[in-house]
């Protein structure tokens, strides 16, 4: 379970960057999520902090697993 919370952490986090990224520096948002949503430039940054929480939360508890 470990495993898909970190995969999901890091797809969220990583279009979330791309998005704030793009509207920040070239105008328009990148990644995938600006195809099937309108997310403001403040929604990219929090699917940013959000994916970046569950990809250590993740990474984390896989570390306390193999104790």
């Excluded at 890091?10 to 793009?22: C, K, S, T």
């Amino acid at each position: 379970m470990k495993d898909i919370i970190v995969i999901v952490g890091w797809v969220v986090g990583i279009q979330g960057a791309l998005g704030f990224l793009g509207r920040a520096f070239g105008g328009d948002s990148w990644g995938l999520i600006q195809k099937w949503w309108d997310v403001p430039t403040a929604g990219y940054a929090v699917l940013f902090v959000v994916g970046a929480a569950l990809a250590v939360y993740g990474e984390f508890g896989k570390v306390r697993a193999r104790r």
